[in-house]
């Protein structure tokens, strides 16, 4: 069965730093998303995307972030300059026709941990 | 505005009995729900789902939940507890095209 597949596993990172959060969906998946949870809280909505362009963002998803899909495959979150807040775990997502009814498949997500 | 309540933090069970996990919704439409799993140290995976086709809804792994309008519920349940269940379980509603959690319910089954 296809699976989400994110990298890297942990990433440590100094504050201040620009950090690159890779994940790889479903092949024939078209609409991605990515997600974070804050130790101890919710998993929240941070982006969608589709056709190269982000279709929805939250407020968290500040001009610090920034989301591509370079080539057609690999889907990545940029964080510019990361802050201790920004410590959490990072989900990315996929589904097939992005209705509100379609299932997400997630990853296993990627810790990023900011000293 | 969608959001859910998941009404216990923290549910313990012994093994072999009955898991009730509880969730209430707030929607303006009808909504579609979801049950996701976090095992330690891995993903969110897919319990199940309602997309308003019938009430009473089976997943994997022997989980099934009911979806009850004039409540607004939708509780997780199984009928006997495996060591293995023991994860964090998330209720989720759709809102158009991204997923809204709830805090999550961590279950511990105890032998």
């Known amino acids: 069965e296809p699976e989400v597949t994110q990298t890297p596993s942990h990433q440590v990172t100094q504050m201040g730093q620009e950090v690159i959060l890779r994940c790889v969906p479903i092949?024939?998946?078209?609409?991605f998303y990515w997600y974070r949870q804050i130790l101890g809280q919710k998993v929240e909505f941070l982006v969608s995307f589709y056709n190269n362009e982000i279709s929805e963002k939250s407020e968290i998803f500040d001009d610090q972030f920034s989301v591509e899909r370079p080539d057609g495959s690999n889907f990545t979150l940029k964080i510019r300059s990361t802050k201790l807040e920004d410590s959490a775990m990072y989900f990315c997502?996929?589904?097939?026709?992005?209705?509100?009814?379609?299932?997400?498949?997630f990853g296993p997500g990627t810790r990023l941990t900011v000293l | 505005a969608q959001s859910v309540t998941q009404l216990d933090s923290h549910v313990s069970v012994s093994e072999g009995t009955p898991v009730l996990l509880r969730c209430n919704y707030s929607s303006s439409y009808s909504p579609s729900l979801f049950w996701y799993v976090q095992h330690p140290n891995k993903g969110l995976q897919l319990l199940l789902k309602y997309t308003s086709a019938a009430t009473l809804v089976k997943g994997i792994n022997g989980f099934e939940a009911e979806f009850k309008k004039s409540e607004t519920s939708f509780h997780l349940t199984k009928p006997s507890a495996h060591m293995s269940d023991a994860a964090e379980y998330f209720c989720v509603v759709s809102d158009s095209r991204n997923l809204i959690f709830g805090k999550g319910t961590k279950l511990s089954v105890k032998p």
């Open positions: 997502a996929g589904t097939l026709a992005g209705t509100s009814t379609d299932t997400q498949y």
């Open positions: 092949s024939n998946h078209l609409y």
